[in-house]
Structure formats: C-alpha cells, structure tokens
C-alpha cells in the first residue's frame, strides 16, 4: 500500500477494494491519450491500451467524496450520466446519498434558463463522461458550479475541477465507481460503519439489458417448470403401486357374451325322434270333414 502514504491509514483502501477494482476494469483506458490526463495514465500496453493508475483513482475517490460531503444540503448535488450504463448508477447513487440526478439526456438550459420547469441551482455537479455531458459541464461553467467528473484516458478536462481517473466506458466499472463513492461518503457523514461492509450489494448499480432481463426470466420460469414437472412425476411415482401381471385373476366374461365350448344348449336335453303322438293337421278346404 505504499502507492497511497499520501492518505491517513483510516482513508486507505483494503485489499478487496482494489481487486474489485481490478476486476470490473477501472483502470482500462483508451487506445487515445489526452495531455491533460499523462500524470494520470501509469503506462500503455503492447496492444495500445493505456492503463491507468489505480492509486490516483482512489485518492481522487476520496477527494471527490470529502468535496460532496462539505455541502450542508445533500439535493444540492446533482449526478448526471447521459450514458446508458451509468444512468441506473447515477439513480441508485442519487438515492443512498440524498442527492438529484438526471439519467438521460440533459435539456440545455437546465442551469441557465430560468423559465424552464426543469430549472435547476446546483451547488455541485457529478458527470460521469465529460464528453457525453458537454452540455452540462458548458453550462455549469457559465453559473461557476464546480465540477467532479470520471474520466478516462481521452476524455476533455476543461471545466473539469475534480477528474477521477477511471473507465468511464464498461458498465461495470461505472457501477462500481459511483458504489465505492456512495460508500466513502456515507462513511464520511458516519451512517456506515468503516469496520463493517455496507449492506446494499454493488450489483444494484449495474446497468441491466431489458432483454437480457427477459431472457433471464424465460430461462427461471423453464426451469421452474420442469422442476415442478419432475416433482409431481416423482410423487406419481411414490403413490401409485406396482401391478403385478402374474397375480391378477382370471378374466370375467361379460353379461350375455357366450365364449365358444363355455356352453351347450343341447347338453342334457332329450327331444326324441318319433312323431306317432302327434295329430295330423286337417287339409285346407275339407270343412265337412270336422
């Protein structure tokens, strides 16, 4: 931890903060270097990306966090992300810090233009690309609104006051930037304890693809179901027994049906042969004969 003696021990990072760091991709810069961010970029690999220092990046963090903190009424801080992947950061920041954001696109005049309904007088403005929101970083210029913006290899620094080094590109990286910030500040103003974790996950920061989403509850509610067709054919399974063939007693004929040999209707019967005790039938037209 040498690359930060320049913070008190109580404002150093630990261990797993830098692996998660390391592991969204906060220090992935650019192909392209501007001047103004060469004190910020620690060297350049042989497939032209810069790579940025990460030590710089946390103390900016810190920096940036003491900055916000010193505003006595937290709405007096705006985050914006004109960005897709940083607009659920910006929202979720927004909400444990107390602050305002806009997520989308920013309405020029927003600071300027009084007549507008969406006028706003902020003290302190947070951009999460300062080429994306040039629009509000201009206008925060001209009402002499300070500026705390992430910003990678290539991006522009003027009317930039507080620039943290990082990936402003990858979601992840955004995500988990305005997280560690939220946290240091909430820290800062004793609401989270530095001993302990902070119990909201860094997940919720993330952007999140509505398709992918989608995509996902197909996939659960298909496993759900086959789960759930798995567990009743096992019960069917359990409750219904096992017929044995063997054991099963001999078939019944039904009602009026006669198997052949099963019956014989002359067994027993004696109809004789003689027809002596039998009177003749009298002859047609032989009345007189009566």
């Known amino acids: 931890m040498s690359a930060f003696s320049a913070l008190p021990p109580i404002l150093q990072p ?20 501007d001047s103004a961010m060469e004190e910020y970029i620690w060297r350049r690999r042989q497939d032209g990306i810069f790579i940025l220092n990460i030590g710089k990046t946390w103390e900016k963090l810190v ?39 806009i997520a989308g696109r920013f309405t020029p005049g927003t600071f300027t233009n009084q007549i507008t309904k969406q006028f706003r007088e902020p003290r302190l403005l947070i951009v999460t690309d300062p080429r994306t929101d040039s629009q509000s970083v201009r206008e925060s210029s001209y009402v002499n609104v300070p500026v705390i913006a992430f910003c990678d290899s290539d991006s522009p620094l003027q009317y930039v006051d507080v620039a943290i080094p990082a990936n402003n590109k990858g979601k992840y990286s955004i995500g988990l930037l305005y997280w560690l910030l939220a946290r240091e500040i ?7 304890s530095r001993t302990g974790d902070w119990d909201v996950p860094v997940d919720l920061f993330f952007h999140r693809d509505v398709e992918e989403l989608k995509k ?23 409750t219904t027994p096992a017929i044995d063939v063997t054991e099963m007693p001999p078939e019944i004929p ?9 019956f014989d209707a002359t067994a027993g019967a004696d109809f004789g042969t003689s027809w002596e005790g039998e009177q003749a039938a009298p002859a047609a037209g032989g009345a007189g004969e009566w």
């Open 14 to 33: 630990k261990e797993e903060d830098i692996q998660m760091m390391l592991s969204a991709g906060v220090h992935t810069g650019t192909r392209n270097s």
């Open 63 to 101: 920096l940036a966090a003491r900055v916000i903190v010193a505003i006595e009424n937290p709405e007096d801080v705006i985050a914006i992300s004109a960005r897709p992947y940083g607009m659920r950061a910006v929202l979720k920041f927004a909400h444990y810090t107390g602050c305002q954001s």
């Open 186 to 192: 909430l820290r800062l103003r004793g609401s989270v």
């Open 216 to 238: 996902n509850e197909e996939e659960q509610a298909l496993k759900a179901e086959e789960a759930a067709a798995a567990a009743a054919a096992a019960a069917a399974a359990v």
């Open 254 to 262: 039904a009602e009026g049906v006669v198997e052949p040999g099963a």
